[in-house]
């Protein structure tokens, strides 16, 4: 499976930014668990949001709970994140992935077999 991540740019504190992951190629897209992961400068790559295959369980890092919000669209092969009251400290390229019939170790990106290219947020103070 193909990953396409888009949406990112820069942003003031306090703004928002809708991310997208488009999924191509021959998947069954629902027998993925779907994954964002960000990296910032200088840091390892760390765990941000994940979704089950059917939409009906979501996984977040504490650092963005109660502003990020992840979901998906079965139908159109897409997954996204709603940011909301971005931070400076959510600078970071940010990574959509899929686990295949993911249900434990949601965080650990080791479990994630395809990844998308990336796409840059950066939020000013």
């Known amino acids: 499976v193909q990953l396409q991540a888009s949406g990112g740019g820069l942003v003031q504190a306090g703004g928002s930014l809708r991310l997208s992951c488009a999924a191509s190629g021959r998947t069954f897209f629902s027998a993925y668990t779907m994954g964002w992961f960000r990296q910032a400068p200088g840091k390892e790559r760390e765990f941000v949001a994940a979704?089950?295959?059917?939409?009906?369980?979501?996984y977040y890092a504490d650092s963005v709970k109660g502003r990020f919000t992840v979901s998906r669209d079965n139908a159109k092969k897409t997954m996204y994140l709603q940011m909301n009251g971005l931070k400076p400290e959510d600078t970071a390229v940010y990574y959509c992935?899929?686990?295949?019939?993911?249900?434990?170790?949601?965080?650990?990106?080791?479990?994630?077999?395809?990844w998308g290219q990336g796409t840059q947020v950066t939020v000013s103070s």
């Open positions: 979704i089950s295959g059917n939409g009906g369980t979501t």
């Open positions: 992935s899929a686990y295949p019939f993911g249900s434990t170790w949601i965080q650990e990106e080791q479990k994630y077999s395809f």
